[in-house]
């Protein structure tokens, strides 16, 4: 996180669940010293649980950035990366062993992600 904030990158969290226990997990993480916004989906509407796209809208219109210069690291094929991809951010799957969706694959087309990844490492490779 520190070499990307160094190179100015914008970091920002979409996070579906039970807002409680969201809210829980990123006061324990301190998210909000890396990432603005932190978004809960399920303290809005419908279309923005994933694999909505509502949430990304907000986050590129926050930020003044087209669609296609913002990026989406993930790690659920299931729904992480359809509503990205739908408004062509760059979708990335950072699929490291022993992770809880690691052995999950995309159910279709459009599930899968532009990238994957294997851990922190080749990301900040690819992002360089």
Known sequence: LGWLRARSYRLGVLSDGSLVSQ???AHALRLDEWFDPVLFTASRQEGFLK????????IATKWGLPNAE??????????DFVGPRKLGWLTIRLRVPGQ????????????EPDVEVA??????????
Request: charged letters at 25%; hydrophobic letters at 45%; glycine letters at 10%.
């Open 51 to 58: 694999p909505g796209t509502l949430g990304f809208e907000l």
């Open 23 to 25: 809210q829980a997990k």
């Open 100 to 111: 809880l969706r690691f052995a999950l694959e995309p159910a279709g087309d459009g599930d």
């Open 70 to 79: 913002l990026a989406y690291i993930a790690d659920n094929p299931l729904k």
């Open 119 to 128: 851990d922190a490492a080749s990301l900040l490779d690819y992002l360089r």
